[in-house]
């Protein structure tokens, strides 16, 4: 509002105003009818002429004014108006580009978290696998490598908890529903990953030289390579709502609002009935798919497009599933 009242305030400074030409158009009349009156008082027939000749001058002069003085005010308050719509298009667009800067920082963060559960895939020495030759903890993994993949993943988490902070305070972006829901759903995704390098940190995996082995102890790191089954001693109430949720989304059509409310359920579930307070890649997966989603769709507004089911648009760029060749619940 600032730089718009300095662009208005530039804007009438460079073009005349039309007060001054009014008010001289009216001093032009009251000045001709004052004249007017003290000569035709003296009398004389020249005098009444000479009126009429000074009373006409006067009127045209001061009607002149009057009218350029309209003139005027119309042309600059086009301008103002112009300037107006200029300005308003001009943060229209800013908006936009801020917004999808935002949703690549977004996408991009959530490519390097998913390039280290990839890398870490492609390290794996040894692993249990099953019927259909899935890999499963014990993970036997080089040491260097095993590392590394941990330092990037930290790195990438960070950064994430970085694009959550700025999405704080994005009022002239997002409303605040908006920007809670986003808050929500990022902080699962970002508590997920830090949890994974928790499990390094506690002693849960076992260094031995140049190899390390990762066992079912280090629940974080098995449920980032591996999302296809839920632990057995997670509660009942907790896990049906994970598998219902998975379900739903695999199946389409349900609005943002609904997947937005069970992930609620889901968080609070998991504070209220789990005593571990366990999170799962699955999860954290469909947060950053719905964060995406929430601001692709105020992209769109904002561009004046309208998606019926924006959440189809970015759930297959997010959904990691495939590759695991099964997910819960299915």
Excluded: W
Excluded at 39 to 57: H, N, P, S, T, W
Excluded at 76 to 89: F, I, Y
Excluded at 267 to 273: H, I
């Amino acid at each position: 509002m600032g730089q718009l009242s300095r662009l208005d305030e530039e804007k009438s400074g460079n073009s005349p105003s039309a007060k001054p030409l009014f008010f001289l158009g009216m001093a032009f009349a009251v000045a001709g009818l004052t004249v007017s009156a003290i000569m035709i008082e003296r009398g004389g027939a020249d005098a009444r002429e000479a009126v009429k000749l000074l009373l006409q001058f006067f009127l045209i002069t001061g009607v002149g004014a009057v009218l350029v003085a309209a003139l005027a005010f119309r042309r600059d308050n086009e301008s103002l108006q112009e300037q107006r719509r200029k300005d308003a298009e001009t943060k229209r667009l800013a908006c936009i580009k801020a917004l999808q800067d935002l949703d690549a920082q977004l996408g991009r963060s959530y490519r390097e978290l998913k390039a280290v559960k990839r890398n870490l895939r492609a390290l794996l020495i040894d692993a249990e696998r099953d019927a259909k030759g899935r890999a499963g903890p014990p993970y036997l993994f080089p040491t260097e490598g095993f590392r590394k993949c941990m330092a990037e993943l930290m790195t990438a988490q960070i950064r994430l908890e970085d694009i959550r902070g700025v999405i704080q305070v994005q009022k002239d972006l997002l409303d605040d529903d908006t920007i809670d829901r986003l808050r929500d759903r990022l902080r699962y995704a970002t508590r997920f990953f830090h949890d994974v390098h928790e499990d390094v940190e506690r002693g849960k995996v076992a260094f031995d030289g140049s190899s390390c082995r990762v066992t079912a102890q280090a629940a974080n790191i098995d449920s980032l390579l591996n999302s296809r089954a839920l632990p057995s001693d997670l509660p009942e109430e907790v896990k049906g709502a994970i598998k219902q949720y998975l379900k739903d989304v695999s199946k389409g059509g349900i609005s943002l609002e609904v997947q937005h409310r069970q992930l609620e359920e889901i968080e609070r579930l998991r504070n209220e009935t789990d005593p571990k307070h366990r999170r799962f890649r699955a999860i954290a997966d469909d947060c950053f798919a719905l964060a995406a989603a929430e601001i692709q769709l105020e992209i769109a507004r904002r561009l004046g497009l309208k998606l019926s089911t924006p959440r189809d648009l970015t759930h297959r760029s997010y959904d990691s599933e495939e590759e695991d060749g099964g997910t819960i619940g299915r």
